[in-house]
Structures are given as structure tokens and as C-alpha cells.
């Protein structure tokens, strides 16, 4: 069996297993990067706690585009817990049909916590953007001035001109299995930088052989990027921990 010890998953929901604390656990035991990231500014305190608790779990603090119609109230609440991390996410914009009728809370949203970030000067931020790459892109160049921050881009779905223009903004991609599984989202994939990319589960909202993943499912990912540039798992995994290692240090 290949160890999992040096995987990173970038961008995992660990509060949202039936069992928070023995998913942190399981992938602190499994030495996973693991970016724990969070829907609901509710959630920080409980997830900042057990992850402060592990060498490899990062808890980040989110306010998700998709509850923003309900929660925009929960704002108030995430500026409070803001200078306790370095670590923002799940935050973004979804113009998905469903979410659509919120997109203007969320943008007022989004440019809240971008300038947020702007102003703090070294926030690390998972993004989400789907049906939403350019307004989320313009986003970021208006309110997120380059050296400000980092962003990354999780499961980015834009097309390959949105993606080169996320590269030129200094953007990093966190890539999970699902997208090597659509023709579109997979020539975009193999458009990106290497030396941009960082591997993700987005468990429990993606499988791996019918279960919800885990972040050491993530090794499909690594797996997925070595069949594309014709590289061996080891040659990935180095790859990505210099990605994450080169992020962090930034600041
Ligand atoms: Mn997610």
C-alpha cells in the first residue's frame, strides 16, 4: 500500500462526516495537508479547536456562496473570528439556477471578505466560482490587489482563457478527481501550470467507489495528474508539497 503521508487534500469538509473529530483525527494519523475547510462561520469555533490540536489539520473559516441567501447575516460573525487564521474558506460565488437569486448578496459578500483579506495582507482563500469564473476573477482584481493574498481556486470550472487569466492574477487550483472525468474541465486541467496546482477531495461532496471521499482519496488526483503529464505518483506528490510549501511561505 502506497502511504499516504505527504498528501495534500486542500480543500475537505471534515465537519460535515457524521463523525467531525474521528475524520480529523483519521487524517492527521494519515499525515495529510488537510485544509478543513467551513460552510458557516458557526462552525469555526468547533473546527479551529480540533484541528489547532494536529500537525497537518488547517481549520478555514468560511461564509459558503450557497448559504449566503440565508446566512448573510453570519457576516458579522466572521469578521469576529477573522484575525484567529490564516486560512479563509469556503467563500466565492454561485450562479447556479438554485443560488442565482442570491448572487447579489454574494457579491457584496465576496467583496467584503476579499477586502477583508486585502487589508490583513496574508490570508490564504479557497474559492469556489462556479457558473461564476469571470465575475468572481473581476472580484479579485478589484478588491484583492496582488501580494495582498492567495488565492486558490477549488474546482474551478472556467474555460481555458478564464484559467489563463486566473494564472496571470498569480491564482493557485486546488483539482479533485471529478474534473479529470469531463472532457471540457480536463483539457482545461491540462492547460494549468504544475507549479500552480494543489490536489483536493472537496469530501463529502465528491465519491470515490460510491463512498464519499476522504482525504486519502486524494492519491486519484496525484494518480489522474501523473497519467496527464507523464509522471510518477512520487514525482506528483513532490510536486504539489513544493506548490503548498511555496504558497505558505508566502509573506
Ligand atoms: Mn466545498
Redesign the pocket.
Known amino acids: 500500500m502506497i502511504s499516504t503521508e505527504g498528501l495534500v487534500d486542500f480543500?475537505c469538509?471534515l465537519d460535515l462526516y457524521p463523525d467531525h473529530r474521528a475524520a480529523v483525527q483519521d487524517a492527521e494519523e494519515a499525515g495529510i495537508f488537510t485544509l478543513a475547510?467551513t460552510t458557516t462561520p458557526r462552525a469555526w469555533p468547533r473546527n479551529h479547536e480540533l484541528a489547532q490540536a494536529t500537525r497537518h489539520v488547517r481549520a478555514a473559516l468560511g461564509i459558503?456562496p450557497q448559504l449566503v441567501g440565508e446566512r448573510a447575516s453570519e457576516l458579522a460573525l466572521w469578521d469576529e473570528y477573522f484575525s484567529e487564521t490564516r486560512y479563509i474558506g469556503?467563500v466565492g460565488l454561485d450562479a447556479g439556477p438554485r443560488f442565482y437569486k442570491s448572487f447579489d448578496l454574494q457579491k457584496q459578500v465576496f467583496e467584503h471578505v476579499l477586502r477583508r483579506c486585502a487589508a490583513a495582507g496574508n490570508k490564504i482563500i479557497s474559492v469556489?466560482s462556479v457558473r461564476s469564473a469571470k465575475v468572481v476573477l473581476d472580484h479579485i482584481e478589484a478588491y484583492l490587489p496582488p501580494g495582498q493574498g492567495k488565492i486558490v481556486l477549488?474546482?474551478f470550472t472556467g474555460t481555458k482563457a478564464e484559467a489563463k487569466r486566473a494564472i496571470e492574477m498569480g491564482c493557485y487550483f486546488s483539482v479533485n478527481a471529478a474534473m479529470f472525468n469531463n472532457e471540457r474541465h480536463l483539457s482545461m486541467v491540462s492547460a494549468l501550470p504544475l507549479e500552480r496546482l494543489l490536489t483536493e477531495t472537496?469530501g463529502p461532496?465528491t465519491k470515490t467507489n460510491g463512498h464519499p471521499s476522504k482525504p486519502p482519496d486524494v492519491l486519484n488526483v496525484v494518480e489522474a495528474l501523473g497519467h496527464l503529464h507523464d509522471l510518477s505518483n512520487h514525482d506528483v506528490i513532490s510536486k504539489i508539497k513544493i506548490n503548498l510549501r511555496q504558497l505558505l511561505e508566502f509573506h
Do not use: K, Q
Open positions: 480543500h469538509h475547510v459558503h469556503e469556489h477549488h474546482w472537496d461532496f
